[in-house]
C-alpha cells in the first residue's frame, strides 16, 4: 500500500459462482444425499465451498481483518492483488515455487478425493443393497467422507482463509457423527457381518502396510 495504486484482484463473481458450482456438483454426484441428515451434511460442505471461492475470487475478508490486526507489520506491500491472498507465500515465502508446490499438492489431493468418491460410488451402487467390503472399502469404511476429506484439506493448502479454517474441523465432525450413524443402521441390518467388517478396517484412515487380510478385532475399532 503505502502511496502505490493497489491493483485489486478480486470481485470476479462469475468466476466465484463458476468454481463452486463444478465442485458442489461434482461432490453431489458422488455422495448422492437423499436423508434429511445428508442433506444437511452438505449443506455444511456447500457453505465451506461458496466461502473458499468467494474469498479467492470475490472479497477478501481474510486479507481485510488480517491487515486490520496487523497493519503494517502485513508482509505484502499491496495485499489487495490475487496473488497476495495466497497466504502461504505472503507468511513463509518462496514466491513461485511456494506457489507451484502448493498448487501441485492440493490439486493432487482434491483429484485424489474425487477418484475416491467416484469409485466408492460405484462400489455402493453396484451392490444394490448388499454389503460392500471389497474395493476402498477393503482399506476404509467409509471412503466416500475420506475423499471428501481430502478434497476440503487439498482445497484449504491451495487457499487458506479464515472462514474455512474454522469451518472444517465442522464439517469434520459432522460427516464423522453421519458416518457413525450409518454404522449402527449397517449394524442392526447386516449384525455379525458388519461388526466383523468394521472390527477389521479403519474408519477414515487405512493402516499402511497391513494388507487386506482379515484381522482380528480390534476394540478400539468398535
Known amino acids: 500500500m503505502h502511496g502505490e495504486?493497489?491493483?485489486?484482484?478480486?470481485?470476479f463473481w462469475s468466476l466465484v459462482a463458476l468454481n463452486?458450482?463444478?465442485?458442489?456438483?461434482?461432490?453431489?454426484?458422488?455422495?448422492?444425499?437423499?436423508?434429511?441428515?445428508?442433506?444437511?451434511?452438505?449443506?455444511?460442505?456447500?457453505?465451506?465451498?461458496?466461502?473458499?471461492?468467494?474469498?479467492?475470487?470475490g472479497f477478501p475478508l481474510t486479507i481485510y481483518v488480517l491487515t486490520a490486526v496487523l497493519g503494517s507489520r502485513y508482509p505484502a506491500l499491496n495485499?489487495?492483488?490475487?496473488?497476495?491472498?495466497h497466504l502461504w507465500i505472503t507468511f513463509f515465502g518462496g514466491g513461485v515455487w511456494?506457489?507451484?508446490?502448493?498448487?501441485?499438492v492440493s490439486?493432487?489431493?482434491?483429484?485424489?478425493?474425487?477418484?475416491?468418491?467416484g469409485v466408492g460410488w460405484r462400489r455402493v451402487?453396484?451392490?444394490?443393497?448388499?454389503?460392500?467390503?471389497?474395493?476402498?472399502?477393503?482399506?476404509?469404511?467409509?471412503?466416500?467422507?475420506?475423499?471428501?476429506?481430502?478434497v476440503t484439506v487439498g482445497m484449504l493448502l491451495q487457499w487458506p482463509t479464515l472462514v474455512t479454517l474454522a469451518t472444517w474441523p465442522l464439517l469434520f465432525l459432522i460427516y464423522r457423527r453421519l458416518a457413525r450413524r450409518e454404522e449402527r443402521e449397517a449394524e442392526e441390518r447386516f449384525g455379525?457381518?458388519?461388526?466383523?467388517y468394521r472390527a477389521r478396517v479403519p474408519m477414515f484412515v487405512p493402516r499402511l502396510g497391513r494388507g487386506l487380510e482379515p484381522r482380528e478385532p480390534r476394540w478400539s475399532e468398535r
Do not use: C, K
Open 5 to 11: 495504486s493497489i491493483a485489486w484482484g478480486y470481485g
Open 20 to 57: 463452486a458450482a463444478i465442485v458442489v456438483l461434482l461432490a453431489l454426484s458422488f455422495l448422492a444425499p437423499v436423508e434429511r441428515r445428508e442433506w444437511r451434511s452438505f449443506g455444511v460442505f456447500t457453505a465451506f465451498v461458496v466461502a473458499l471461492f468467494t474469498e479467492m475470487y
Open 79 to 85: 495485499p489487495f492483488s490475487h496473488a497476495s491472498g
Open 98 to 104: 511456494t506457489s507451484i508446490v502448493a498448487h501441485v
Open 107 to 117: 490439486n493432487g489431493l482434491m483429484i485424489g478425493g474425487l477418484v475416491l468418491m
Open 125 to 150: 451402487h453396484r451392490a444394490r443393497g448388499a454389503l460392500v467390503t471389497d474395493g476402498p472399502y477393503a482399506w476404509i469404511r467409509h471412503p466416500q467422507y475420506a475423499g471428501l476429506f481430502l
Open 192 to 196: 455379525d457381518a458388519y461388526r466383523d
